[in-house]
């Protein structure tokens, strides 16, 4: 019924590195890679790992959407604005919206999963469409990240302008109850 004992939670981003928003969202990214690393390994598992299964859940529920909002509020519209028509970020940008829209979907396919497992006590390897959930997610999850990681974040460190990331930085600040990033900054 327990943990193994071997359980960390998902590295917390330290809250400084909001002074830099576009490492900000490639620490994200990763995080990103660590809960599918992490799913990837609990849904071959029949033992049940409640901080394990809780952490996952935690994640879908709260950090990927406010990752979502992050990208689609802040860090899209601002390239649509800076981009040169010859970066051709449009297309990019307009098909990580549209994955964005599926992974909330399958999101909440897997949350429900865990979910059940959670209220269950169970380990994911016990659900019959545990795979068929679970891989397909986590295939998308690290493609998409790929495409942000080389196409969207390499062009906006070059697009964006030092008040833009500011401003990007504030806004990511706030959305999360936390202080203006810059406000000890002297």
């Given at each position: 019924?327990?943990?193994?004992?071997?359980?960390?939670?998902?590295?917390?981003?330290?809250?400084?590195?909001?002074?830099?928003?576009?490492?900000?969202?490639?620490a994200e990214h990763y995080r990103?890679?660590?809960?599918?690393?992490?799913?990837?390994?609990?849904?071959?598992?029949?033992?049940?790992?409640?901080?394990?299964?809780?952490?996952?859940?935690?994640?879908?529920?709260?950090?990927?959407?406010?990752?979502?909002?992050?990208?689609?509020?802040?860090?899209?519209?601002?390239?649509?604005?800076?981009?040169?028509?010859?970066?051709?970020?449009?297309?990019?940008?307009?098909?990580?919206?549209?994955?964005?829209?599926?992974?909330?979907?399958?999101?909440?396919?897997v949350k429900q999963i865990v979910?059940?497992?959670?209220?269950?006590?169970?380990?994911?390897?016990?659900?019959?469409?545990?795979?068929?959930?679970?891989?397909?997610?986590?295939?998308?999850?690290?493609?998409?990240?790929?495409?942000?990681?080389?196409?969207?974040?390499?062009?906006?460190?070059?697009?964006?302008?030092?008040?833009?990331?500011?401003?990007?930085?504030?806004?990511?600040?706030?959305?999360?109850?936390?202080?203006?990033?810059?406000?000890?900054?002297?």
């Amino acid at each position: 019924m327990g943990s193994t004992g071997k359980f960390q939670p998902i590295e917390p981003i330290p809250a400084d590195l909001l002074q830099e928003p576009l490492i900000w969202f490639f620490a994200e990214h990763y995080r990103h890679r660590d809960l599918c690393a992490r799913l990837l390994s609990a849904m071959q598992s029949v033992v049940f790992d409640e901080p394990a299964l809780r952490e996952i859940y935690r994640f879908l529920d709260d950090d990927l959407p406010l990752h979502v909002i992050d990208e689609e509020d802040d860090l899209f519209p601002l390239l649509r604005r800076r981009c040169e028509p010859d970066d051709q970020i449009g297309k990019v940008l307009g098909m990580l919206s549209a994955e964005h829209a599926n992974d909330m979907s399958e999101a909440a396919a897997v949350k429900q999963i865990v979910a059940t497992a959670l209220a269950e006590q169970r380990g994911l390897a016990c659900y019959k469409n545990a795979v068929q959930v679970i891989e397909p997610f986590c295939f998308q999850q690290k493609r998409h990240i790929a495409v942000e990681n080389a196409v969207v974040l390499p062009i906006a460190r070059h697009r964006l302008t030092v008040e833009d990331l500011d401003n990007l930085a504030r806004r990511l600040a706030a959305r999360r109850g936390l202080n203006d990033p810059f406000a000890d900054a002297s």
